[in-house]
């Protein structure tokens, strides 16, 4: 049996209300009055594409081995390189081995469905028993559009693989079509759309139908047959297009508009996700990607779902959440309006690509070593233990801090030190397995802080250094928050 | 067994600039001017000068780089001239280079000087620090700031003793309002205002807890000293002041990697005062030092340091502060000409600036005399340190008016 072993979500902590975006654009273009309803999920000033997909794939990977996973298919329309593989960048992160085979998915908003085809091809052969696939966006509107309204960030990941399948691939059905809805050459930030009727009628209201004809007809199904369908369609009229398909309200799967927004190459993975956080075993669930074209996957949910219940996936993201109620705030978070940043803005230092390569997993996936002798774990990797009782030489082995959690010793919010959101937040953090670093803290306010919260990891973008062409990671403390609470 | 260098060095001249933004002063201009105080303080012709060290911090970004600034500016005639840097303790560096060439016999009259022209840097503050601890730094250090810092230390201290913020703030801003009283006196200092509490305590902040005027002056500045060997100081001073003690400890970054650090107290600024103490013969430190110049770059670090010394019990410094104990008429008055506080802070001139304001508080010769203590001072301490939270390079000079 091939087919889905694992899920997982993120979706960033701010919320814009899309009355706040309104209330500051309206006057410039009223008729996205019909669109300024609801919230959308924005990306921390920190945050982009790239390290979404590491957070939803670690959601993910909750209890998996790192070690088992022997691919990993990136997926997303506003990956960070354009050259400079994305999937090994995130790879790297999620601290996989080095023998896996790595692909970005991009270009298309179908890239998600498309590449977890490929996984499930991938599987059936000898050589790949574990895949990752992630689709991830984080699509930027010109401000004044309704697609500033609509667009909104998230990520979703899934394991394929052979063992332990918690959803059984039955079938896909494919269709290519160079629908040029939304366009974006090299260069530029911002997609252009046609209008939008033509969109859902001539696009979605054909492609989809279409692509529904040809899976059921290839696998002798009606509409009555799927206890969920998943249709990555954005529009506020989802239930009435899925009633216009053959579908009742109880089959359609939520698109998440009036909460998260259209989050591009990741929305159908997104809501295939929500869905499998609902599912029973035995449920038939459709999902359909679009995007100059689509696909069409088939699934039936088997016993194993109940094994997986404890990610943090769609639910409880959507349970954490903080209002971003500043419009500039998200203008300047999204690099859209130039501030005075001052000489801490604008001298960066030079990164050494040297640097980055020969430090590997100890900037990627915050590998540190822990002494044999003492068992002191350290960050950086030491070749002389830290721990003045020790202080063997050569006795350490590889040790990840990425999945440890810690408490803060002591910390600062600090307004001289340049940051996109004032103060900078950082402090020593120690680790509840020993060990203790200097460490960003994000997603969070001052006011909030306190000696001995405890936080876990959260891969963030540290610095862009735009005169070489780089963007740098690292890790960054965060937080725990009860998502029961 | 090594026996220390306690009365084998003297200095007998030296000299020290205003602090300050000095705009129209260039790096050349501070040296020049205060080698120049320094040889008529000493009477001391420039050729019988045998070695020089040279201590500047922030190389690349205002003197320049390595020894040649010093020798260029001087016309130091091909003696053997060194730069010294080592964060916050530069310029006490560049005196124990100094003193060590003297004591050795290798030289008879040596030259330590420090300058920093900070001014020209384009920072308020302190320059960021990048690649300071290498060049993989970079990708894993937050964008640290010495208030950053030094803040940290005191929200943990804050949390540690109990002290509510505004409890916390209060105490913090005594140490700086005393400061500003002396400094206010001290026509070389850099910030010559005297603010009322309420005016330090509700300042805007630079670093959580650290308001504006828990933060050091940034200046450009240089001062020199002359030392020779003691039992030739007096063939050019009636004077002169003894070395009694020079000592440097830098942790081994243990702070920064591992929790045996509790943040709350300086561990290079403990083992530097001990073997300070041990070197100039003190045993009951509270007692017998009776004047302080200590590394105030944050009211929350000389806190932390007159624990850390052993002059306030540990975890108790508050109530000597709220005493007074520190103040110009207390027992042991601390930053009598201002401090990093109020005299300002150029790198590479604070430790020799912090020897100058001894060394003329130990003669009696305090400018303008109202400054002069009237405790009759024999031993006074300066102690710098600077780096990295964690990780602090920390040096204690003890020096005498008796052998």
């Known amino acids: 049996m091939i087919g889905i072993t694992s899920y997982g979500a993120y979706i960033p902590r701010y919320r814009l209300n899309r009355k706040t975006i309104f209330a500051a654009m309206g006057w410039f273009n009223a008729a996205t009055a019909g669109v300024a309803r609801g919230e959308k999920a924005v990306a921390n000033y920190d945050e982009d594409s790239m390290t979404m997909a590491v957070a939803a794939s670690s959601d993910c990977l909750n209890g998996c081995s790192r070690k088992d996973i022997?691919?990993?298919?990136?997926?997303?329309?506003?990956?960070?390189?354009?050259?400079?593989?994305?999937?090994?960048?995130?790879?790297?992160?999620?601290?996989?081995?080095?023998?896996?085979?790595?692909?970005?998915?991009?270009?298309?908003?179908?890239?998600?469905?498309?590449?977890?085809?490929?996984?499930?091809?991938?599987?059936?052969?000898?050589?790949?028993?574990?895949?990752?696939?992630?689709?991830?966006?984080?699509?930027?509107?010109?401000?004044?559009?309704?697609?500033?309204?609509?667009?909104?960030?998230?990520?979703?990941?899934?394991?394929?693989?052979?063992?332990?399948?918690?959803?059984?691939?039955?079938?896909?059905?494919?269709?290519?079509?160079?629908?040029?809805?939304?366009?974006?050459?090299?260069?530029?930030?911002f997609p252009h759309s046609w209008e939008e009727r033509w969109i859902r009628d001539e696009g979605y209201m054909k492609i989809i139908p279409s692509l529904i004809e040809g899976l059921c007809k290839k696998y002798n199904l009606?509409?009555?047959?799927?206890?969920?369908?998943?249709?990555?369609?954005?529009?506020?009229?989802?239930?009435?297009?899925?009633?216009?398909?053959?579908?009742?309200?109880?089959?359609?799967?939520?698109?998440?508009?009036?909460?998260?927004?259209?989050?591009?190459?990741?929305?159908?993975?997104?809501?295939?996700?929500?869905?499998?956080?609902?599912?029973?075993?035995?449920?038939?669930?459709?999902?359909?990607?679009?995007?100059?074209?689509?696909?069409?996957?088939?699934?039936?949910?088997?016993?194993?779902?109940?094994?997986?219940?404890?990610?943090?996936?769609?639910?409880?993201?959507?349970?954490?959440?903080?209002?971003?109620?500043?419009?500039?705030?998200?203008?300047?978070?999204?690099?859209?309006?130039?501030?005075?940043?001052?000489?801490?803005?604008?001298?960066?230092?030079?990164?050494?690509?040297?640097?980055?390569?020969?430090?590997?997993?100890?900037?990627?996936?915050?590998?540190?070593?822990?002494?044999?002798a003492c068992g002191t774990p350290q960050y950086p990797k030491q070749r002389i233990c830290i721990n003045p009782e020790c202080g063997a030489i050569d006795q350490m082995e590889d040790y990840f801090f990425f999945d440890k959690n810690g408490r803060i010793n002591s910390y600062t919010g600090d307004n001289?030190?340049?940051?996109?959101?004032?103060?900078?937040?950082?402090?020593?953090?120690?680790?509840?397995?020993?060990?203790?670093?200097?460490?960003?803290?994000?997603?969070?306010?001052?006011?909030?802080?306190?000696?001995?919260?405890?936080?876990?990891?959260?891969?963030?973008?540290?610095?862009?250094?735009?005169?070489?062409?780089?963007?740098?990671?690292?890790?960054?403390?965060?937080?725990?928050?009860?998502?029961?609470? | 067994m090594a026996t220390g260098i306690k009365n084998k060095v003297a200095i007998i001249g030296m000299g020290c600039t205003r602090f300050g933004e000095l705009w129209d002063k260039s790096a050349?201009?501070?040296?020049?001017?205060?080698?120049?105080?320094?040889?008529?303080?000493?009477?001391?012709?420039?050729?019988?000068?045998?070695?020089?060290?040279?201590?500047?911090?922030?190389?690349?970004?205002?003197?320049?780089?390595?020894?040649?600034?010093?020798?260029?500016?001087?016309?130091?005639?091909?003696?053997?001239?060194?730069?010294?840097?080592?964060?916050?303790?530069?310029?006490?560096?560049?005196?124990?280079?100094?003193?060590?060439?003297?004591?050795?016999?290798?030289?008879?009259?040596?030259?330590?000087?420090?300058?920093?022209?900070?001014?020209?840097?384009?920072?308020?503050?302190?320059?960021d620090f990048g690649t300071m601890l290498g060049t993989e730094n970079l990708f894993y250090t937050p964008n640290l700031t010495a208030p950053g810092m030094f803040g940290m230390v005191a929200n943990a201290y804050f949390e540690k003793y109990g002290l509510s913020r505004d409890e916390g703030k209060r105490v913090l801003s005594r140490i700086s309002y005393k400061s500003h009283q002396n400094g206010a006196m001290n026509p070389r200092a850099h910030l010559r205002r005297a603010p009322s509490m309420d005016v330090?305590?509700?300042?805007?902040?630079?670093?959580?807890?650290?308001?504006?005027?828990?933060?050091?002056?940034?200046?450009?500045?240089?001062?020199?000293?002359?030392?020779?060997?003691?039992?030739?100081?007096?063939?050019?001073?009636p004077d002169p002041i003894y070395i009694k003690a020079l000592q440097l400890s830098l942790t081994p970054a243990t702070g920064i990697g591992h929790q045996s650090w509790d943040g709350i107290h300086f561990e290079s600024t403990r083992i530097a005062g001990i073997n300070a103490y041990k070197e100039a013969g003190i045993e009951k430190p509270r007692?017998?030092?009776?004047?302080?110049?200590?590394?105030?770059?944050?009211?929350?670090?000389?806190?932390?340091?007159?624990?850390?010394?052993?002059?306030?019990?540990?975890?108790?410094?508050?109530?000597?502060?709220e005493d007074g104990f520190y103040d110009l008429d207390g027992q042991v008055p601390c930053q009598s000409d201002g401090g990093l506080k109020c005299f300002g802070h150029p790198i590479g001139a604070t430790g020799i600036r912090m020897a100058y304001e001894i060394y003329k508080q130990l003669q009696g010769k305090a400018e303008p005399s109202q400054r002069q203590l009237q405790n009759d001072p024999r031993l006074g301490l300066a102690h710098n340190h600077g780096g990295i939270c964690g990780s602090l390079v920390a040096s204690v000079a003890i020096l005498g008016n008796e052998v």
């Open chain 1, 222 to 372: 009606a509409s009555g047959d799927f206890a969920k369908v998943v249709i990555s369609y954005p529009g506020r009229d989802l239930k009435n297009v899925c009633k216009r398909l053959g579908f009742d309200e109880g089959q359609v799967q939520d698109n998440m508009l009036a909460t998260v927004g259209d989050t591009g190459s990741a929305l159908g993975l997104m809501m295939f996700v929500a869905a499998l956080e609902e599912a029973n075993p035995g449920d038939t669930i459709l999902v359909c990607g679009y995007g100059n074209g689509g696909d069409a996957l088939l699934f039936e949910v088997t016993d194993e779902i109940e094994k997986i219940r404890d990610r943090q996936g769609i639910k409880g993201h959507l349970a954490v959440k903080k209002d971003l109620d500043n419009y500039n705030k998200y203008l300047v978070f999204r690099d859209l309006l130039p501030v005075e940043v001052g000489i801490r803005g604008e001298e960066i230092t030079m990164a050494r690509m040297s640097v980055t390569s020969r430090e590997g997993q100890t900037l990627a996936a915050l590998s540190g070593s822990r002494c044999t």
């Open chain 1, 70 to 189: 022997d691919g990993l298919y990136l997926c997303s329309t506003t990956l960070p390189y354009v050259e400079r593989q994305n999937a090994a960048i995130c790879s790297e992160a999620l601290a996989f081995r080095s023998d896996i085979r790595t692909a970005d998915f991009t270009a298309s908003l179908k890239s998600g469905t498309t590449a977890l085809i490929a996984a499930l091809d991938a599987v059936r052969g000898d050589d790949i028993s574990n895949l990752l696939v992630c689709a991830t966006d984080s699509r930027q509107g010109k401000p004044g559009s309704a697609m500033e309204h609509t667009f909104g960030d998230g990520a979703a990941s899934l394991i394929v693989g052979k063992d332990s399948v918690i959803a059984e691939f039955k079938g896909s059905y494919s269709l290519t079509r160079d629908f040029p809805d939304y366009r974006r050459i090299q260069e530029e930030r």
């Open chain 2, 28 to 127: 050349q201009d501070l040296m020049v001017d205060a080698f120049k105080e320094a040889i008529e303080d000493g009477g001391v012709d420039p050729k019988d000068i045998g070695a020089a060290w040279f201590g500047s911090c922030f190389d690349e970004v205002n003197v320049g780089k390595g020894a040649i600034p010093l020798a260029r500016a001087l016309k130091l005639p091909n003696i053997p001239v060194t730069r010294v840097e080592n964060f916050c303790t530069t310029g006490t560096e560049a005196l124990r280079g100094a003193c060590y060439a003297v004591a050795s016999g290798a030289c008879d009259v040596a030259l330590a000087l420090g300058a920093e022209k900070l001014k020209d840097t384009g920072y308020g503050g302190l320059p």
């Open chain 2, 287 to 321: 007692e017998e030092v009776n004047l302080m110049e200590v590394h105030d770059c944050f009211s929350i670090s000389e806190l932390l340091t007159y624990e850390s010394l052993q002059i306030s019990p540990i975890g108790k410094a508050r109530y000597d502060i």
């Open chain 1, 416 to 485: 001289l030190a340049f940051s996109w959101d004032p103060p900078a937040m950082y402090g020593f953090i120690d680790f509840n397995e020993g060990g203790r670093l200097y460490l960003d803290i994000t997603d969070t306010d001052l006011e909030s802080l306190k000696v001995g919260m405890p936080v876990r990891m959260t891969f963030r973008r540290k610095f862009v250094d735009r005169q070489r062409g780089v963007y740098a990671y690292f890790w960054k403390a965060i937080p725990i928050v009860d998502t029961n609470a």
């Open chain 2, 200 to 237: 330090l305590i509700n300042a805007p902040i630079v670093a959580d807890p650290l308001g504006l005027f828990d933060c050091c002056g940034v200046s450009d500045g240089a001062a020199a000293a002359i030392v020779v060997p003691a039992d030739k100081a007096k063939e050019y001073r």
